[in-house]
């Protein structure tokens, strides 16, 4: 049998908002693990618990044809599964979850973002709280498999894959599943080839600040078309566009985004690397680290409010997490012995942050200088973002 990861705090995070809300979306990639962890909700839900999958055939067509007979008057726990597939159901969820006498909550699971799909936002609006389905998260997999999560990704079958072997063989289908019928599946019309090379090329600017003419050059195409293949992919959840924060400093600003493959697995498949060996010595391994340490902090401390900070003469910071009214900062350092930089002190003062955290794979969590501390990644989920009293 395989193994199972469980996932406790994920679905503590959705059972409490199905309590406080008559529906909750649950959204993230492909194959992270939404329907499973739907099924395992609904298993030991207590009550009734119906589950309607839109990719079959008839549960879509029975749900477009009656939505409102099917979903009126259930009971218990309603999930409907890839929900993106049928746009039109949110209308007739709005006055099923308005409904005095409703007695049913409703789970909706989706793999394209909101945005990708028209005309939702407004019809739940107020009605709906979203939680982020990620990937597998350090506290998950716990402390000593770190290099295995970096290295293999947060997808649980290819953290789980018995070799360097089997682990290719499930990027290389997932990402040819996830070119050639999802991005069609939302209503996409991009040639799987074109978008198969911008996402092989992104590995190669992998954090790096957007430069969509670069990019249309190199594929041949137009900037529009570039930031088009942008937005679908960011749709999907495979990539993570992090906006600059424009604090009001009279400085010269960098005032592109940021764009990183959300999964290190799927970066380092596009690069070709297959073990932490072949990484370590690779041009990418500190974007690669910087990466995948954002993507857990953003996993620990939710993604919204999230920036990078840059000036035009180089001072940076890796991630600005904005929360209870206060600045922090995060740098992300792949190295055994991290120290303050210029730029720390600059960005520090810059951004008024109330405390900076160098992220680095060590064991040690120690101070650096005043307001600013060497953290490992495996205490991420344990770093407090409120001002002590
Ligand atoms: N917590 C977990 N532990 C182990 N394997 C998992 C876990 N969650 C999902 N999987 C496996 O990963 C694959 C994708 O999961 P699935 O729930 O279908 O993802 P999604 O619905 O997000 O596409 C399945 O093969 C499933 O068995
Ligand atoms: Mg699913």
Redesign the pocket.
């Known amino acids: 049998m395989?193994?199972?990861?469980p996932?406790p705090a994920l679905a503590f995070q959705v059972t409490h908002s199905l309590a406080e809300s008559p529906a909750v979306a649950l959204l993230?990639a492909?194959?992270?693990?939404?329907?499973?962890?739907a099924r395992q909700i609904a298993a030991s839900w207590s009550g009734p618990a119906t589950i309607f999958d839109l990719e079959v055939a008839t549960d879509r067509e029975a749900l477009s044809r009656t939505p409102a007979r099917l979903l009126g008057r259930r009971e218990g726990l309603v999930v409907i599964d890839e929900v993106q597939r049928l746009p039109q159901l949110f209308e007739a969820l709005r006055p099923v979850c308005d409904d005095p006498d409703r007695r049913a909550v409703f789970l909706l699971?989706g793999?394209a973002s909101w945005d990708l799909v028209k005309g939702v936002s407004e019809s739940l609006a107020g009605r709906i709280l979203f939680v982020d389905?990620n990937g597998l998260s350090l506290a998950e997999v716990a402390a000593p498999s770190l290099d295995r999560l970096w290295m293999r990704g947060g997808f649980?079958?290819a953290y789980?894959a018995p070799s360097a072997v089997v682990w290719s063989r499930w990027m290389e289908s997932f990402s040819r599943t996830f070119l050639e019928r999802d991005i069609a599946g939302l209503g996409s019309s991009v040639s799987p080839a074109a978008l198969a090379r911008f996402w092989r090329m992104l590995a190669h600017v992998h954090g790096q600040t957007w430069n969509a003419s670069r990019l249309a050059r190199s594929m041949d195409a137009d900037a529009r078309t570039v930031n088009r293949y942008r937005d679908l992919l960011e749709g999907a959840f495979m990539i993570r566009v992090l906006r600059p924060w424009f604090a009001n400093l009279g400085k010269r600003l960098v005032k592109s985004p940021k764009v990183y493959l959300r999964d290190s697995g799927i970066l380092h498949f596009l690069l070709g690397l297959e073990d932490s060996h072949e990484l370590a010595v690779h041009p990418s391994y500190g974007a690669s680290w910087e990466g995948f340490a954002l993507e857990q902090t953003l996993i620990a401390h939710g993604q919204r409010d999230a920036y990078f900070y840059g000036t035009q003469r180089g001072a940076e910071l890796d991630l600005l997490l904005l929360r209870h009214g206060r600045c922090w900062g995060f740098e992300f350092k792949c190295t055994e012995a991290p120290r303050t930089t210029k730029s720390m002190r600059i960005v520090t003062k810059d951004l008024e942050l109330e405390h900076l955290w160098v992220v680095y794979p060590g064991e040690r969590e120690f101070p650096l200088a005043e307001g600013i501390t060497a953290l490992p990644l495996t205490q991420i989920e344990h770093v407090e973002l409120r001002a002590q009293a």
């Open positions: 395989q193994q199972s990861i996932r993230g492909r194959q992270v693990g939404k329907t499973t962890l699971l793999s389905a649980p079958r789980l």
